[in-house]
């Protein structure tokens, strides 16, 4: 590692705009959250925050997109690849513990996302099954935190969570083959969704975000989408390959779990309640999704009102300025943040203290984290 890259695992690295394209459109919500002019939808409805995954687009295999770059510390100074950095030093940049357990692998993804149609019906694999299917060492439990939404066509945003009782996986079969996607929706829960809702998403649950819905999703870090609709609900052909992922069908069938519950019971097994973690004259935090709720990954609130000092503890953590305008200490140094920005913020940087600039609004950030590495 050079001194440079030594000294750059020790600051809060500012990440550049990572805009991915979907099968689905959308991104109005994030660039008018971005203060972006003449806000639209387009085919990059995700931001892709501290990503060192590589997105799976069929038909756009020869491009390399879902990498995150560094923003140059002086202007005219060159973008670093996140994962060029991570990779040159895992001890460094992830923390000792982490790179023991996962080496250079940061074992976690975090998106911003926003939709402007219904997303595909879909599910991701569990650890379990996307070891077996497609030799990955992940699969793709995932979680939301809705940060807002807007109506499309009269709609307001929901989700669509779980099979209703009933379901089995040869009645599933007759539907994805006769392609009769009001019947599909109708199998699962939906949901109206507001803003500061949490989900908990496990891998082999079926699912689909509606339109309108502006979230954070932090994930398992693969791009494992499975989906059971031919024709996005804007009229886009999906290929067989971003169906099946290169598995099959029957195989594809099988990665769904055939568990029938009533709402309450989804309700109750996925929708989590934020629990206060710690309380100061300068802001609280917020535990959106712990280790109660899965080993994959941890999602805290920041919500900034003056002065708050967080310590790393020996890891690496994410950031994302979700509402607000402020400055980011450590040691000496200071830089002003303001909504939309996102950071990552290696394991050798000890300690930093958000401040608020608005005695009117808070600060509000979102900070996600690995998974817990516990030592025997």
């Not at 890259?5 to 919500?29: D, E, I, M």
């Not at 989804?266 to 309640?273: D, I, N």
């Not at 609280?284 to 000092?309: K, W």
């Not at 002003?336 to 000890?350: K, N, T, Y």
């Amino acid at each position: 590692m050079t001194t440079d890259q030594a000294q750059r695992s020790k600051r809060p690295l500012k990440l550049r705009s990572n805009r991915v394209w979907r099968t689905y459109t959308g991104g109005k919500q994030i660039e008018d959250w971005q203060g972006r002019p003449n806000a639209q939808d387009s085919a990059f409805p995700e931001e892709w925050v501290a990503s060192a995954v590589k997105a799976k687009n069929a038909g756009r295999e020869h491009i390399v997109e879902g990498w995150s770059l560094v923003e140059p510390e002086e202007e005219g100074g060159a973008h670093i690849a996140l994962k060029d950095l991570v990779e040159s030093d895992p001890a460094a940049y992830l923390g000792p513990k982490h790179a023991t357990r996962y080496k250079e692998q940061m074992a976690v993804l975090v998106k911003v996302l926003d939709a402007g149609e219904r997303l595909t019906i879909q599910v991701h694999p569990s650890r379990e099954t996307a070891k077996e299917l497609f030799d990955s060492e992940f699969g793709k439990t995932e979680a939301w935190y809705v940060l807002g939404g807007r109506e499309i066509d009269g709609e307001a945003p929901c989700i669509y969570l779980g099979f209703k009782p009933g379901m089995t996986k040869e009645r599933w079969r007759e539907l994805f083959e006769s392609q009769a996607i009001p019947d599909m929706l109708d199998s699962l829960h939906r949901i109206p969704v507001k803003k500061g809702d949490v989900f908990l998403v496990e891998g082999g649950v079926p699912h689909a975000i509606g339109a309108g819905c502006f979230l954070v999703e932090i994930q398992e870090p693969t791009d494992l989408t499975l989906r059971t609709e031919r024709i996005t609900p804007s009229g886009l052909h999906v290929p067989d390959a971003s169906c099946h992922q290169g598995i099959g069908f029957e195989a594809m069938l099988d990665c769904f779990r055939y568990e029938s519950l009533d709402l309450p019971s989804t309700l109750a097994r996925y929708k989590k309640e934020p629990r206060l973690l710690r309380s100061t004259e300068g802001g609280r935090e917020t535990m959106l999704i712990g280790s109660e709720d899965t080993d994959r990954f941890s999602m805290n609130l920041l919500q900034i009102n003056g002065p708050y000092a967080r310590r790393q503890n020996g890891g690496f953590s994410i950031a994302i300025v979700v509402q607000g305008s402020g400055e980011l200490y450590w040691g000496q140094e200071r830089m002003p943040v303001r909504q939309g920005d996102q950071f990552f913020f290696p394991a050798g940087l000890e300690a930093v203290t958000w401040v608020n600039a608005d005695e009117q609004a808070e600060l509000k950030v979102v900070v996600c984290h690995p998974p817990e590495v516990k030592t025997s």
